[in-house]
């Protein structure tokens, strides 16, 4: 790998990262009950219906649907 592609690789997550945060601003402001990794479902193109759906099969709320999400994404 070059510096140069390097250089490009690191731009490129930037504007990724700057994307994803404004989109979570946003969320936040349209989706004020939505909690902390709701919104990470969200902004990843998660719909509420289908967050809402997969709480209501596993019984439990939509914040503890998407906090597992998220932890798998990590993993």
């Known amino acids: 790998m070059t510096i140069n592609q390097s250089i490009r ?3 490129s997550n930037l504007n990724y ?3 994803v945060r404004r989109r979570l601003f946003w969320l936040k402001i ?7 990794y709701e919104r990470l479902c969200l902004a990843n ?5 289908n967050i809402k759906n997969l709480a209501n099969e ?7 649907v998407c906090e597992e999400e998220v932890m798998a994404w990590q993993s």
Request: with cysteine; hydrophobic share 25%.
């Open 9 to 11: 690789d690191v731009k």
């Open 17 to 19: 990262m700057k994307a």
């Open 30 to 36: 349209t989706n004020p009950r939505a909690g902390f």
């Open 45 to 49: 193109d998660y719909s509420k219906s």
């Open 58 to 64: 596993y019984g439990v709320t939509c914040e503890e």
